[in-house]
């Protein structure tokens, strides 16, 4: 009987090693990854912010594109949820748009990296767009849709497809992190001045989307 306990006690001891040298791994490779880029990035250097030997990082995962992809839907799936539930929940267009714009700014101003890895990986491998897509991953706007269809048929704002108001709202939230040198060049702004400004955007763009679909 002692022998099952011991044996059980050592079996969740490993779990919970393996689960927090994992968690490790993921963080070093999130922080390497934002500071040299993926092409950039080196496994020996996402070992070395790990703690941990080379060799381990391969057993977990045996290439840095698996690590990327693994970095990318340990994000996303932060993401995702937030997005959906703001998405399809009941309250108003213009809230929803204020809420996405404040959530989205938010989140990626914690995961700088995220904007310029989506563009590349998709660039690299479309296919791997479709993989996400095929586990359900992406936020469902079919609510979002039908509610602005309803909301231009009562004349509350203009006729505007609720595909491209979509692209809009992303788009207008995520140029910024993607050309974030070309901007900070353009406005002769420090990193800490872009940061203040991409705080304002949290209202900024929501405000603009907003009085340029409303009557």
């Known amino acids: 009987m002692l022998t099952i306990w011991l044996n059980y006690l050592v079996n969740i001891m490993k779990k919970t090693k393996d689960t927090t040298t994992e968690t490790s791994i993921l963080n070093a490779a999130k922080t390497i990854f934002q500071q040299k880029g993926m092409d950039g990035a080196r496994m020996q250097e996402i070992a070395d912010e790990a703690g941990i ?8 995962y045996r290439s840095k594109q698996l690590l990327f992809e693994a970095v990318f839907k340990s ?58 897509l ?45 050309a974030a040198p070309l901007f900070k060049g353009f406005l002769n702004l420090n990193n800490d001045e872009y940061n203040l400004m991409l705080e304002h955007r949290k209202t900024e763009v929501a405000e603009f989307i907003i009085n340029a679909i409303k009557v």
Do not use: C, R, W
């Not at 269809?149 to 509350?156: A, I, M, R």
């Open 53 to 60: 030997n080379k060799a381990l990082l391969h057993y977990y």
């Open 75 to 132: 994000a996303f799936s932060l993401l995702a949820p937030q997005m959906n539930k703001i998405l399809n929940d009941d309250s108003s267009i213009f809230d929803k748009i204020k809420n996405f714009s404040n959530n989205y700014i938010s989140f990626i101003i914690k995961h700088p990296y995220l904007p310029n890895f989506i563009i590349q990986e998709l660039n690299k491998n479309p296919e791997f767009a479709i993989h996400i």
């Open 134 to 178: 095929a586990e359900n991953k992406f936020p469902n706007i079919e609510k979002f849709k039908n509610q602005i269809s309803e909301e231009v048929l009562k004349g509350t704002i203009k006729p505007i497809k609720a595909d491209q108001l979509f692209i809009n709202i992303l788009s207008l939230n995520i140029f910024p992190f993607i």
